[in-house]
Every structure is written in C-alpha cells, then in structure tokens.
C-alpha cells in the first residue's frame, strides 16, 4: 500500500511539474523532490524520465474519461457540452497561466514526435468522441455531428489558448461566453460555426 502511495505521489508531482514548467524541463530529481519521496525510490517504480511521462499520460486519461462519465451524468447533452466549459472556470487562474493541461502536453510532444505523442493525442480523441456524441444525440447527422464536435474543441482549445498567451481572465470569461452561446443555439438540425451568433 505504501509502495502505491509512492508511485501516486509521483506521478501527480509529475503532472503539476510537466504542466508548470513542461516535460523537457523537469528532471526527476525534482519530481522525487516534490513528491516527498527519495530520489534512489524513484527508480524502482520508474527508470526513466519517458516511463514516467507515459504513466502521467495514462493519468490524464484516466482524469478525463472520469469527468466525462460524470458530465453523462447529466440528463440533457446540452447540459453536458456546457459543463465541460463550467468546468473551466472553476480553474481558470491555472489556465490562464499555465493553458491547457491536455493542449500544451500534446503540443510539447507533437514536436519529438515521440512514443508517447499518439498516446497523448489520445486525449483529445476522447473528448471528439464524447462531444460528437452528444451531437448526435442533438439530433444532427453523423457528419454534421462530427463538424460540430471539431468547431466544439476547436474554439475551446482556441479560448485557452490565447487566454494564456495573453494572461487575460477577461478574454477567457469572453471566449467561453461565446462558446456557451454557440452551443445554446445548437437545434435539433444542428448549427455551423460559420452560422453561430456574432
């Protein structure tokens, strides 16, 4: 049990460091350091850098298929599609700082092209899946379900995005704003981007 308390420890102060500081900048003597836990201990549950990175990934995964087997929870997808941007502003300090978890990790990897950069791309194709789901059930076709799901994400990750670029809670509070708007006038024919309210 001990030995599963070390390895959690690590990993979290690994997913706060990665998103803080990113994965090329963190060593694991840091992650040991702020884990608590002697650095000569981290390599028994991880030898290298990467094997950690894959288990933070997998925590990533494991945090957003929870929140979207909450948000299902909900009774109507269109309750489920807003929770997702409510949810946002609950940590929206964070993001204003830091972006994304999700979005800055896969761009970080997406560059080294790594082994670990399908399995980050992971992330967002669960969250594609999910809103395109919800789509549907919006009662929009498969591919216009699909249209809708990448204008979904895409203004998301876009708010984010230049929420933290430029440090503004304001730009943040406007984009996701709009992005409420755009999914409140989502009908039973389903609306394009190009025909959400200006």
């Not at 308390?5 to 803080?20: F, G, P, S, W």
């Not at 991880?46 to 909450?70: K, S």
């Not at 502003?89 to 970080?108: A, F, M, V």
């Amino acid at each position: 049990m001990a030995g599963s308390d070390k390895r959690d420890r690590l990993v979290t102060a690994a997913k706060e460091l990665i998103y803080q500081h990113g994965f090329a900048g963190i060593t694991l003597a840091a992650v040991a350091e702020r884990a608590q836990v002697p650095l000569g201990n981290v390599y028994y549950y991880f030898r290298t850098r990467e094997a950690l990175l894959a288990a933070v990934i997998q925590a990533h995964q494991q945090d957003v298929r929870a929140l979207l087997t909450q948000w299902e929870q909900l009774p109507d997808p269109r309750q489920r599609l807003l929770a997702l941007v409510a949810f946002e502003r609950t940590c929206s300090d964070y993001l204003i700082r830091y972006g994304c978890p999700h979005g800055s990790l896969c761009q970080e990897l997406d560059k080294d092209e790594g082994p670990q950069t399908q399995a980050a791309a992971e992330l967002f194709r669960d969250y594609l899946a999910w809103a395109e789901r919800q789509f549907r059930l919006l009662g929009t076709d498969a591919d216009e379900a699909n249209e809708l799901a990448l204008d979904f994400i895409a203004l998301w990750q876009g708010a984010l995005l230049l929420s933290a670029s430029f440090r503004s809670a304001d730009l943040l509070d406007q984009r996701l704003c709009r992005l409420e708007t755009w999914i409140e006038s989502v009908g039973s024919r389903g609306q394009s981007l190009e025909a959400s309210p200006q």
